[in-house]
């Protein structure tokens, strides 16, 4: 058998390639490491039907509730607990840069609260913080937010004149899709914001906005370029138009126009 000898650099580069570009301590850990795991035995395993699927030899016992999800549980309880008693942005802000339930803010380098005009009846919502956001700690400011900031001028906006925040204040490593769980966790903040600035317009970028806010599980091109209602705690509603993520834009210019087609409806919409 043929072995080759990588160095430091070589396996670093391999890591980077495969979207891992940050640490979180020493010792690997996984699914496989501890307790509650699960050993999937392909070669000991029997095949259970002709669909291919594989049942694990040992007999795994899963407990009703995994400890994950009663982690995730009591974080969110304790994130919408810290929300009730905030009043303004600047405790929400405190609140947020120092809350310890969500395990993003273990490998971010900033807390990426959102920016622009608190006072602004328009609201957009973006994913998650990128790398240039992490660093910067400043929603949207990486080649997304140069095309977000472009979109916005072509229909009068800019920073000043809109509000800007995303469903995470933290940069899942490597850009990763955001968990469930983490979403979970963080969306009783992104409500506070949104009682807080009370805005009259939300505009979702991204299918993980638009779902996470909504409450539901559509694919973006189907919700996208229609409005919808975001119901307020005062029991106002905003109303929400969804359209692509900047990032979906870059790698995919085709859909441009749609995304034009959106922001001409914002721009019908507010000018009324
Ligand atoms: N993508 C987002 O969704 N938000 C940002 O702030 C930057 C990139």
């Known amino acids: 058998m043929m072995t080759t000898q990588l160095s430091v650099k070589e396996i670093l580069d391999w890591y980077i390639a495969a979207g891992v570009d940050a ?6 850990f996984g699914l496989s490491s501890s307790e509650g795991k699960i050993n999937i035995d392909i070669k000991n395993s029997e095949k259970t039907n002709e669909k291919n699927i594989y049942q694990t030899s040992q007999s795994v016992v899963r407990p009703a509730t995994t400890a994950l999800a009663q982690v995730t549980n009591s974080a969110c309880q304790n994130a919408k607990d810290l929300c009730a008693s905030i009043t303004s942005l600047e405790e929400l802000r405190e609140a947020v840069e120092n809350f310890e339930g969500c395990a993003l803010k273990l490998t971010a380098a900033h807390t990426v609260f959102g920016g622009g005009n608190p006072q602004s009846k328009i609201m957009f919502v973006g994913e998650a913080p990128g790398a240039d956001e992490d660093r910067i700690g400043i929603p949207f400011v990486g080649r997304s937010g140069h095309l977000l900031d472009k979109m916005l001028a072509s229909i009068g906006l800019d920073r000043e004149n809109c509000y800007i925040c995303n469903i995470l204040p933290w940069r899942p490593p ?30 979702t970028l991204g299918g993980s906005a638009a779902n996470a806010l909504l409450d ?18 005062d029991g106002k509603t905003a109303k929400v ?11 995919s210019p085709g859909q441009k126009a749609k995304s034009w087609a959106d922001f001409l409806r914002l721009y019908k919409e507010i000018n009324l």
């Not at 640490?23 to 690997?28: A, D, I, K, Y």
């Not at 539901?216 to 975001?230: D, F, V």
């Not at 138009?241 to 790698?251: G, Q, T």
């Open 241 to 251: 138009l969804a359209s692509f993520h900047p990032a979906y834009l870059l790698r």
């Open 174 to 203: 490597g850009n990763r899709t955001p968990l469930d769980s983490e979403v979970a966790v963080c969306l009783p903040f992104l409500k506070k914001q949104i009682d807080i600035i009370s805005p009259d317009y939300i505009i």
């Open 23 to 28: 640490t979180c301590g020493e010792e690997p």
């Open 216 to 233: 539901i599980n559509e694919s973006i091109s189907h919700l996208r370029g229609k409005w919808m209602e975001y119901q307020k705690s």
